[in-house]
């Protein structure tokens, strides 16, 4: 039952095949059997598929975002749960400030961020160094699952710690078998959803991957500057899948819809 | 609360913090102050970075170097245009998205903002199959018996994908405000004879009006910064800040150079956002009397 008139669902239905048409278009074109960009008329192949994964560069900076990104988004929950603990549960002073520099990453350009950590990496001589890339995105995804645990842990009903505290069970316990489980659904929701940003980031790695670390975007952005063929269709759309896959499981996890435009 | 609780308290908060504080200082607040230094560095094309020698000389060119001008008008307008694209695109469909039932809804807003999780490189080069020489934009227009047109490498292609990439951050805000919309304002409206218009102008839009203008500014900030779309779509020749600050530092390697746009363009960038929090807090305080 809808209070749309034809006109507005006319706009609405535009709006959504343009939100979707590059998308579509980037999944159909990878299944060409041609050589030149073009729709797939009479036959789907997977020549393209095939040639993607006999690229070495292309196979080692899947490898490279894959590996990166679960590292930085298990060190970023690592590192926003206690902080997030921290501001919904102590009052002490400079708190709101901590809540506002831990969440500023949003606001800064990634680009910024990309060319202040090349010249701090340059300066103590780790540019291209995996480990510290690892850290950079750590930094660019700490505010995403901070604010997802923030979500979930503020408004948390505390009686139950209580009453474990009062039973005398210890701190680490406490948080083991009380307070984890109840915010549970905004860890792991704001991990993945730190997973897919790490996943995705190009304009800070551009900045501080070498040829060795390269990321998977960092590899399809210099490639697209060069040149355009069939083949970059392809693992773009391996990379629509397996966002998809991430989405799905962030669904269920946490609810897409919540992460998208909060709570309803 | 007690003094000594207070005291518990807080080194519990300062403990908890600490590992997200440590990661901050190192790779935040440091890189940033080290970058404003160097932007203030003496270069020279055969001897490299001076780091004892300062000079405001790459903050003066910014100025008055009619190159880096037609770059920031260049960003300007795109970035504006780009962002009064996704406020009549925007606000509209966020509108008939609210209006809409109960399984179609969610349907349509995860499917309209779940583009915002893809990869900005695939979604650009989504757009470069669609708007390339002989893309399906072109054989469209070819099969209506137009002329083909050249629009990829042009500022068209880069507003259509940056329109593409932001409407999301749109939608979103206006969204938020639009589900505190209370129904039963527009429905005594109605009642009271006002037409359909009147209910939007008078009742609606003035409700939804944060929510726009906070989606106005994330736009606009994030065109302004954005990188990957111009890098693809604009080709070498319609250059905005983000790809000029990536030549002088991977091309030119006058990083200094690249260090003063990139402190001008942050500058700009929190300036935005805020006056937007100053605003906000002016609004919600006359609210309150």
């Known amino acids: 039952m809808s209070k749309n008139g034809p006109f507005a669902l006319l706009f609405h239905t535009l709006v959504v095949v343009f939100m979707l048409a590059p998308l579509v278009v980037v999944c159909l074109v990878a299944f060409t059997p041609e050589n030149t960009l073009s729709l797939p008329t009479t036959e789907f192949s997977l020549r393209w598929f095939r040639a993607v994964f006999e690229r070495a560069d292309f196979v080692d900076a899947f490898y490279n975002s894959l590996i990166l990104a679960f590292c930085a988004a298990s060190l970023a929950t690592l590192i926003a749960v206690p902080a997030a603990l921290a501001i919904t549960r102590f009052e002490f002073p400079g708190r709101d400030f901590f809540n506002g520099l831990f969440l500023s990453p949003i606001i800064i350009p990634h680009l910024v961020l990309g060319v202040a950590l090349l010249r701090l990496f ?76 790490s996943f995705d980031e190009v304009t800070l790695s551009i900045f501080v991957t070498s040829p060795a670390t390269q990321t998977l975007p960092v590899r399809m952005y210099v490639y697209a500057t060069e040149s355009i063929d069939p083949m970059m269709a392809a693992v773009s759309a391996l990379v629509i899948a397996l966002t998809a896959l991430t989405m799905i499981l962030l669904d269920r996890v946490y609810g897409l819809d919540r992460v998208l435009v909060g709570k309803q | 609360m007690s003094t000594l609780v207070a005291v518990r308290q807080g080194r519990q908060g300062y403990l908890l913090s600490a590992p997200a504080l440590a990661l901050y200082v190192c790779l935040l607040v440091i890189p940033l102050l080290l970058t404003l ?18 000079t405001v000389d790459h903050y003066s060119s910014l100025l008055g170097d009619p190159y ?222």
């Open chain 2, 68 to 289: 880096f001008y037609e770059i920031f008008l260049r960003t300007f307008w795109i970035s504006a245009l780009t962002t009064l694209l996704c406020v009549v695109i925007g606000v509209p469909e966020a509108y008939i998205l609210s209006r809409m039932g109960a399984p179609w809804r969610s349907i349509f807003l995860i499917l309209i903002l779940t583009p915002l999780l893809i990869s900005v490189v695939v979604r650009a080069f989504g757009w470069s199959l669609l708007l390339g020489a002989d893309g399906l934009v072109n054989q469209t227009l070819q099969a209506f018996g137009g002329s083909p047109m050249k629009l990829l490498y042009t500022p068209f292609a880069v507003v259509i994908a940056l329109v593409h990439v932001m409407l999301p951050f749109m939608i979103i805000p206006v969204w938020t405000s639009l589900q505190k919309l209370d129904p039963a304002a527009e429905q005594a409206a109605m009642s009271l004879g006002a037409s359909h218009f009147t209910v939007m102008r008078q009742v609606v839009l003035p409700q939804i009006m944060p929510g726009v203008l906070s989606g106005t500014l994330i736009v606009f900030g994030l065109a302004a910064s954005s990188f990957a779309i111009p890098g693809l779509l604009g080709g070498r020749r319609i250059k905005m800040v983000a790809t000029l600050i990536y030549d002088q530092y991977l091309s030119e390697l006058n990083w200094p150079m690249g260090a003063a746009i990139a402190v001008a363009l942050l500058l700009l960038n929190l300036l935005i956002m805020l006056s937007w929090n100053r605003m906000i807090e002016g609004r919600y305080k006359k609210s309150l009397g």
């Open chain 1, 122 to 197: 340059a300066l103590m001589g780790v540019n291209g160094s995996f480990a510290w890339l690892i850290f950079a995105h750590v930094l660019v995804i700490t505010p995403y699952v901070l604010r997802l645990v923030l979500a979930s842990a503020i408004g948390l009903d505390r009686s139950a710690e209580h009453a474990a505290q009062s039973l005398g069970a210890g701190r680490f316990t406490l948080f083991r078998q009380i307070t984890l489980p109840m915010i549970l659904p905004g860890v792991a929701g704001g991990w993945l959803l730190a997973f897919i940003n």
């Open chain 2, 37 to 54: 230094v160097l932007s203030f560095n003496v270069f020279d094309y055969s001897s490299g970075i001076n780091g004892d020698a300062y």
